[in-house]
C-alpha cells in the first residue's frame, strides 16, 4: 500500500476568506471518495495549530499500489479537483511512502 500525503498552504486575506478556502478544498477532495480506482482511503484535515510554519489542509490518501496512485494523478475527477482549486493554493508539499 503507498500513503499519498499532501499538504497546502492557501490563499486568503481575511480569516474568512481563509477558513472558506480551507473548507472547499476539504470539501472538494472528499468527493473523490469511492471515485478512484486502487484509493482505498482518504483524509483530509483542516489545521488546528494557526502556527505561522504550519499548512493549512493535509490530504492523506492510501492506494492499493503504486499503480493506483499513477492512476490517480491522471484521473479526470482528481484533475477537475486541481484544476478547481488551483487558484487557492500557495504552496504544496508532498511525501508519498510504501507502508507496509
Known amino acids: 500500500m503507498i500513503r499519498h500525503i499532501v499538504m497546502w498552504r492557501l490563499a486568503g486575506e481575511t480569516a474568512?476568506?481563509?477558513?472558506q478556502a480551507r473548507e472547499r478544498v476539504?470539501?472538494?477532495?472528499?468527493?473523490?471518495?469511492?471515485?478512484?480506482?486502487?484509493?482505498?482511503?482518504?483524509?483530509?484535515?483542516?489545521?488546528?495549530?494557526?502556527?505561522?510554519?504550519?499548512?493549512d489542509v493535509?490530504?492523506?490518501?492510501?492506494?492499493?499500489?503504486?499503480?493506483?496512485?499513477?492512476?490517480y494523478a491522471t484521473h479526470p475527477e482528481?484533475?477537475?479537483?486541481?484544476?478547481?482549486?488551483?487558484a487557492l493554493r500557495i504552496a504544496r508539499h508532498q511525501v508519498d511512502y510504501q507502508r507496509l
Open 26 to 55: 476539504k470539501q472538494a477532495f472528499e468527493t473523490l471518495r469511492g471515485r478512484i480506482p486502487g484509493l482505498r482511503d482518504i483524509e483530509v484535515g483542516i489545521d488546528l495549530s494557526a502556527a505561522a510554519y504550519a499548512c
Open 58 to 71: 493535509v490530504l492523506v490518501a492510501d492506494f492499493e499500489s503504486q499503480q493506483a496512485l499513477d492512476g
Open 78 to 86: 482528481h484533475l477537475r479537483v486541481r484544476e478547481e482549486l488551483a
Open 16 to 19: 474568512d476568506e481563509q477558513r
